[in-house]
Nanobody, 115 residues
């Protein structure tokens, strides 16, 4: 089992920014990494909030396009999610994710956006 470790969550006001970081051991072995979120009363959203491939191709759900930016640092084996112009509906537990023969998840980090 791959142990993914997230950091960087917290409480922020509407319009603020947060950067989440995920440590991914042996990141070069994974094709795609990303972030999911679990929102109150809804659960884990079916689509990842953002993904990044081993070649740097990124994808985002419509709700976060132009506000969120995913990046990777191969030297440090980390995947970051920069979240800007945060809104209350971004409040969720954010999970780092990757897969090889199975899905791998981090423990989750809470992001709370106050109105």
């Amino acid at each position: 089992q791959v142990q993914l470790v997230e950091s960087g969550g917290g409480l922020v006001q509407t319009g603020g920014s947060l950067r989440l970081s995920c440590s991914v051991p042996n990141m070069e072995t994974f094709r795609t990494m990303g972030w999911y979120r679990k929102t109150p009363g809804i659960g884990v959203q079916r689509a990842p909030v953002a993904t990044i491939s081993s070649t740097g191709t990124t994808n985002y759900i419509d709700a976060v396009k132009s506000r969120f930016s995913i990046s990777r640092n191969d030297a440090e084996s980390t995947v970051d999610l920069l979240m800007m112009n945060l809104r209350p509906d971004d409040t969720a537990v954010y999970y780092c994710w990757t897969f090889d023969y199975t899905n791998h998840w981090g423990q989750g980090t809470q992001v709370t956006v106050s109105s």
